[in-house]
């Protein structure tokens, strides 16, 4: 359809040019015109498409600004010369402008409607945004972290990231649904949370299609952290350089921490991967591995711990029974 509306706009001003012929001393020079108007539209249309609306002001702010600093400039100059038109002056416009020009481009990412109407309020320019990734939501822990104070400030949900909750709440499988509701029930309670402001924006990347790699973007342009529990999210934002806020590393962080030689009481539940051995876990979900424990399951145990080992996945603990 595109392609059929800028044919029909080249064959328009065409013909408008050739109307212009008695204008013009050659006869096809009216034609030639309106076809390189024509083509120039078609340009500036494809070339704006593909650049985000940001950008746009952001050159356009960088290069008046470079004007502006430009005449400020060369004015005394002026005043003293008495000659505003000279090359010297011309060159400097020029160069002030095109630096304005291309630095308003490389720092329209940090632009954004939010950011323009958070200066016109007074906010302050250095608040620390933290966006909320839907997994984290749906998780729920974030929100008692926040009841305990620890955590407070500016919460970021984008609309995108709303639309994946309800996406999740409303699908037809009774699981996911459940998810959905409590993620949608836990920014609710965030809402009410003293100390704790939830912005809701409308900031969005079309040309992206995954939700995590625009949770990314908005990131980098907003200067915030991502806060989620996807291992795979947590690795992409660090790669782009985005400070990750992970609610798994957190709660490993303040596990209690346990010493080699130390005595515990557990509950051996089941067997291990290897031969004879048991495995219990700890109040805060903390794997303990008892070796020879087979015989225990089912039973409380008084084990001694031999040594903790710390994954990617948390924390382990391998204990041997306390025979003494």
């Known amino acids: 359809m595109k392609n059929i509306v800028r044919i029909l706009i080249i064959c328009l001003f065409t013909a408008a040019g050739w109307g212009l012929n008695p204008d013009f001393d050659s006869p096809y020079m009216g034609p030639l015109f309106g076809f390189l108007v024509s083509i120039s539209i078609i340009f500036l249309e494809v070339f704006f498409a593909k650049i985000r609306i940001a950008k746009i002001i952001g050159g356009i702010l960088g290069g008046l600004s470079g004007i502006v600093l430009a005449t400020i400039i060369t004015f005394p100059f002026k005043k003293i010369t008495g000659d505003s038109n000279s090359f010297v002056i011309a060159a400097i416009n020029a160069l002030f402008a095109y630096t304005g020009l291309l630095t308003g481009f490389s720092k329209s990412e940090t632009l954004s409607i939010t950011g323009i109407l958070k200066h016109f309020k007074g906010e302050g320019a250095y608040e620390q945004l933290m966006l909320l990734d839907s997994s984290a939501v749906i998780d729920g822990r974030i929100a008692d972290v926040c009841d305990t104070g620890f955590l407070d400030g500016i919460f970021v949900v984008p609309q995108f990231i709303l639309q994946e909750l309800q996406h999740v709440a409303d699908s037809p499988d009774a699981m996911k649904r459940s998810r959905g509701r409590r993620g949608l029930d836990v920014l609710h309670r965030i809402q009410k949370i ?32 991502i806060v989620t529990n996807d291992f795979n999210l947590n690795k992409v934002a660090q790669v782009q350089n985005v400070n990750v806020l992970n609610i798994n590393d957190l709660a490993n962080a303040v596990k209690p921490v346990v010493l080699p030689g130390e005595k515990m009481k557990v509950f051996v539940m089941k067997t291990g991967k290897e031969q004879n051995q048991g495995v219990a876990y700890m109040e805060d979900g903390t794997m303990v591995v008892v070796e020879n424990g087979k015989t225990l399951i089912g039973k409380e145990a008084d084990v001694i711990v031999t040594s903790v080992l710390q994954t990617t996945a948390g924390r382990m603990i391998f204990a041997r029974e306390d025979n003494v």
């Open 194 to 225: 003293s100390g704790i402001t939830l912005r809701i924006v409308d900031d969005d990347f079309p040309k992206i299609k995954e939700v995590d790699a625009k949770l990314v973007a908005l990131a980098r342009m907003m200067d915030g952290k």
